[in-house]
């Protein structure tokens, strides 16, 4: 980032601080999203990306922001400076996003950034503007074990000004198994982009097996990308992409988002990184009434999801 935009940024959280309140979720097509993004849809839903673009796509807190810094890095040959030019969300616009500054629009952005371009949404796959699927567009898909999902979507939610109020943890379990958080059902989104990955030639990761084996899961999506890049390069972006180095990378750990929008002292961004501290969170009754409810909304599907590793 340009000094100049460095100072525009700056100058944006300071007059975000009045505009910034928690936002109403308000459906489309029966998903339930932020109000900025429910009233540009029509701008969001006409977007036509090009052949050459990639998309991200995920459910909120799945380990998006992981993936994108190793895409990043792939598409950089591992070149740490090239991929600390700017934060993530102006690296890799997030398609959907029209809050205001300083979260950029990613419509904005998008318009400004010649293809190939890399996109993040969280949108579920029946929102996904058809052109993505119409030009054959590469897309990665992460999914998460559903309880740390929402573990860590609690944390965000209360962290993250924008978000609707979590309210009590207890509470929050129930609307997550509705579906009434932002971007809606957990079960859905993950089934569906289960259920077409074959078809559309989808890229479907684990967060689980990102962290089990961070090299395999670096391997697959440079193949993927039909790429080749060195053992030492792909080693390279292996350490890069560790919890603990994009934890102090301010290019990748969402600190220039700072207070009032993210307030970090609530809960960092970049919080555990972990697999099962979902069992930090859960009682024993909690768990099981969950688990009873995750056996139907899941029947009949066969995704490996593991939740400990
Ligand atoms: P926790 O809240 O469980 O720590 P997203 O990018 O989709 O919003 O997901 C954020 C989650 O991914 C957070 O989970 C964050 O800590 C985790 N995460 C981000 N980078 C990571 C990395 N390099 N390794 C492991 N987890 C990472």
Redo the contacts with the bound molecule.
């Keep these: 980032m340009s000094e100049e935009e460095k100072i525009s940024m700056s100058d944006a959280i300071e007059k975000a601080r009045d505009a910034i309140y928690r936002f109403p979720l308000i459906p489309i097509r029966g998903i339930p999203l932020m109000n900025h993004i429910a009233n540009n849809w029509d701008s969001i839903w006409a977007f036509q990306p090009h052949p050459s673009d990639l998309l991200i796509a995920?459910y909120?807190?799945?380990?998006?922001?992981?993936t994108q810094?190793i895409v990043d890095l792939l598409l950089h040959n591992g070149d740490a400076e090239i991929c600390r030019r700017a934060p993530t969300i102006i690296r890799i616009p997030f398609l959907e996003i029209f809050s205001p500054p300083p979260i950029p629009s990613g419509i904005d952005l998008l318009k400004k950034m010649d293809p190939p371009r890399v996109i993040k949404t969280h949108l579920p796959l029946q929102l996904v503007p058809t052109g993505f699927w119409g030009n054959k567009c590469k897309v990665i898909y992460?999914a998460r074990n559903a309880k740390?999902n929402m573990?860590?979507y609690y944390?965000?939610d209360r962290m993250n000004q924008t978000q609707p109020e979590p309210g009590p943890w207890d509470g929050y379990i129930h609307k997550f198994m509705r579906g009434e958080l932002a971007w809606g059902s957990w079960y859905d989104h993950v089934k569906d982009y289960w259920e077409e990955r074959d078809k559309k030639s989808i890229l479907f990761l684990f967060?689980e097996d990102?962290?089990e084996n961070p090299r395999r899961e670096v391997e697959r999506i440079m193949h993927y990308l039909d790429m080749s890049l060195s053992d030492d390069v792909i080693n390279h972006i292996v350490e890069l992409?560790?919890?603990k180095v994009?934890k102090e990378n301010p290019m990748?750990n969402y600190s220039f988002i700072a207070g009032p929008v993210f307030d970090h002292s609530i809960s960092p961004?970049?919080?555990?990184?972990?697999v099962g501290?979902w069992a930090n969170h859960f009682t024993p009754e909690q768990s099981k009434m969950f688990d009873e409810d995750y056996a139907k909304q899941m029947k009949g599907t066969d995704i490996p999801f593991r939740t400990q590793i």
Excluded: L, N, Q
Excluded at 60 to 66: C, E, F, L, N, R
């Design positions: 995920t909120p807190k799945a380990g998006t922001t992981w810094e992460v740390d573990v860590s944390h965000f967060y990102m962290k992409t560790s919890f994009m990748a961004f970049m919080r555990k990184g972990e501290d």
